[in-house]
Nanobody, 126 residues
């Protein structure tokens, strides 16, 4: 019943920008941490950005700091990832996720996440 659906992935040139969206249904995630993950070919999945339930605290992968911004709109049950100054190494399938429960604790830890979207492809050309 619970579903997370990403959108916005596409081909973009290096230096360009893209905004990913993730809309949730079947469950309200206003009290859950939310995150964005990515997996590139031949690489392990990694956490890109995360945001706590209120939106007051965020976490970023070191390589995207200053370029990516995570935000959420609890009224819309939606989380966003604004990606600027994109690099070819940002190419990956991007997934959104929600914490497993209200009290998972550390929203910045990948192990806290239990609900996942289907992924959206982001390709950055040089």
């Amino acid at each position: 019943q619970t579903q997370l659906v990403e959108s916005g992935g596409r081909l973009v040139q290096a230096g360009g920008s893209l905004r990913l969206s993730c809309a949730a249904s079947g469950r309200t995630f206003s009290r859950y941490g939310l995150g964005w993950f990515r997996q590139a070919p031949g690489k392990e999945r990694e956490i890109v950005a995360a945001i706590n339930w209120s939106g007051g605290s965020t976490h970023y992968l070191d390589s995207v700091k200053g370029r990516f911004t995570i935000s959420r709109d609890n009224a819309k049950n939606t989380v966003y990832l604004q990606m600027n100054s994109l690099k070819p190494e940002d190419t990956a399938v991007y997934y959104c996720a929600a914490e497993s429960s209200y009290f998972s604790g550390n929203y910045a830890s990948a192990s806290s996440y239990g609900y996942w979207g289907q992924g959206t492809q982001v390709t950055v050309s040089s």
